[in-house]
DNA sequence: CCGTATCCGGGGGGATACTG
DNA sequence: CAGTATCCCCCCGGATACGG
C-alpha cells in the first residue's frame, strides 16, 4: 500500500494497510494452502511476476506473517513459512472466498482460465485415498489449447502426494480425460459434476473403469466448493 | 482493481478483484456500521476524496454490493444502502478487523489520529440508555492540536442518538474530557481505560460526577476492543 | 532453482476548486 | 447537501532479461 496511507485507527483499516496492496491476498491463500518454496508460490500464483512476488514476501516476512527459513544450504534454498500472525489469515482468507463463491459472477473468469493453475490447485487436492493404492497416471487433454500443454498427473506414492508433468512422463496412462478447460474448471468449483459433464459429453473418460467411476471422489475440489452461488 | 486482472477463478481472488481496491475495504466498513449518506460516508472515510468516494460507490452500486436510493426530490437526496450481497461482507469486515486488532501494531498509528474521525466513531457506538435520561452535553478537549477543533458531543434525544457539533451548542456542559487525543484513541479501541488514564493523568474529567463515574461504560467501545493484542 | 535488476508506461488516486 | 471537474504526479507493477 502507498505511502499516504489511510490513516484510521480502526483495525479494519489498519489490516488493509498490510492486506490491501495487489496480489497480496492470493499471495496468502497460497501460503495458507501450503506452498512455500518460491516457485511453487509461482505456480500458485502464475500470473504475478517473480519480481513482484519477491516485493510482496520481503513485505510480509517485515510484518511479521511470514518467515523466511533457509532449509538448504547448497543450492541455497529457502521456504516462506507463515508465523502465528499468518496462519490467523486464514479466517480473513475464508471469509473471502465464502463471500467471493456466494456472490461473484464467475462466467467471465471460467472463459479464460489457467490449465497449470487448475492443475496445481486439483494436484493439491487429490484425494489419493481414494484412489487405487499404486501409481496411477491421469491425462488431461484440454480442448481448443495449444497442444504443447501436455497435463499429467502422476500419483506415485500415497505418502507423498501426486505430481504433475507437463510432459509424456511415459507411464503407461490409467485414465484419459478430455473435456474444455470451462468444464473442468466449473467442475473444480463445484458449479458442475463430473457425471453431469459426462452426460451432456462434455467430459470424456476413457481407461480404467475404477479410476474412472470415482473420479468425483478422487477429485478434491476446491475448498468452497460447497457454497452454493447466489449472484443474480 | 486495475484491468490486467488476477485471472483466478479461485473465489478469494475473484473476490478480491472487487474488495483489492484503494479505499474499498474502509468503505464498506463504514456501511456496514451503518452510515448511508455521502456526507455521511465521507466523515467516516475523511482522508478519501469526494471523487473517490462517488467513484467506488458507483462502482460498489455496479457489482451490486450497495443500492443507491432516492430518499427527496427537493432537494435530491439519495441514500446508499448495502445490498444482501453487501450484507454478507459483514463477514469479511469482521475476520479482518479481528485480525487486524490482534495482529497489527497500533503505536504508530496512534500518533497523529483524526480527532473527528475519532468523535464520529464514539458516537455511533454511544451507550444512551447508560447515561442520564436528559439532555447531556460533554465537551471534549483534546490538547495539543489547535483549538479550532471543538468537539460538542449532545445527547438531546435518547431515541435518536447523539449529535456532534464543532462549534459550541450554547448548552452547559456536563462533563468536560481533557486529554491527548493518543490516550481517547486508545481507550475508544479498548488498549486503554478511562480509569487507568485518569489515574495516570492522562485524562481529565470535570463535571457531573454521574456522568464521569460512568464514563468507560456509556462510552461504546470499538467493536474490536475486546481482542487481545498479539502483536510483539 | 531462486530469485534480482532494470526499464517504462498507464492510470490510480490525491488535491483543489467548483456547481446545481 | 451531494456530488463533478480537472490536473497532474507518482509509483505500482508488468515485462523481460539476467545473475548466483
Redesign the pocket.
Known amino acids: 500500500?502507498?505511502?499516504?496511507s489511510?490513516n484510521q485507527f480502526c483495525p479494519v483499516a489498519m489490516a488493509s494497510e498490510i492486506l490491501g496492496?495487489?496480489?497480496?491476498i492470493v499471495l496468502v491463500r497460497e501460503l495458507c494452502a501450503g506452498s512455500t518454496?518460491?516457485?511453487?508460490l509461482?505456480r500458485g500464483v502464475p500470473?504475478?511476476?517473480?519480481?513482484?512476488?519477491?516485493?510482496?514476501?520481503?513485505e510480509l516476512e517485515h510484518q511479521g506473517i511470514v518467515e523466511?527459513r533457509l532449509?538448504?544450504k547448497i543450492?541455497?534454498?529457502?521456504?516462506?513459512v507463515l508465523t502465528p500472525a499468518g496462519c490467523e489469515l486464514r479466517d480473513v482468507i475464508m471469509a473471502i472466498g465464502e463471500w467471493g463463491q456466494k456472490w461473484v459472477q464467475t462466467s467471465p473468469i471460467l472463459e479464460n482460465a489457467d490449465p497449470g493453475l487448475l492443475m496445481w490447485d486439483m494436484r493439491r487436492n487429490l484425494r489419493v485415498d481414494l484412489m487405487p493404492q499404486r501409481r496411477v497416471v491421469v491425462h488431461f487433454i484440454y480442448e481448443n489449447l495449444p497442444e504443447a500443454s501436455g497435463n499429467w498427473l502422476v500419483l506415485t506414492d500415497p505418502e507423498k502426494g501426486a505430481d504433475l508433468c507437463s510432459a509424456d512422463p511415459g507411464f503407461d496412462v490409467d485414465l484419459f480425460v478430455r473435456c474444455d478447460l470451462k468444464s473442468m474448471t466449473a467442475i473444480w468449483t463445484g458449479i458442475d459434476t463430473v457425471p453431469r459433464a459426462v452426460s451432456e459429453d462434455r467430459l470424456l473418460l476413457v481407461g480404467d473403469s475404477d479410476v474412472s467411476a470415482s473420479m468425483q471422489d478422487w477429485l478434491g475440489l476446491s475448498p468452497f466448493a460447497g457454497i452454493e452461488k447466489q449472484a443474480s
Request: hydrophobic letters at 30%.
Open positions: 500500500m502507498s505511502h499516504p489511510y496492496s495487489r496480489w497480496t518454496r518460491f516457485n511453487d509461482r500470473r504475478m511476476s517473480p519480481a513482484l512476488l519477491s516485493k510482496r514476501l520481503k523466511r532449509v538448504r543450492p541455497e534454498t529457502f521456504e516462506y
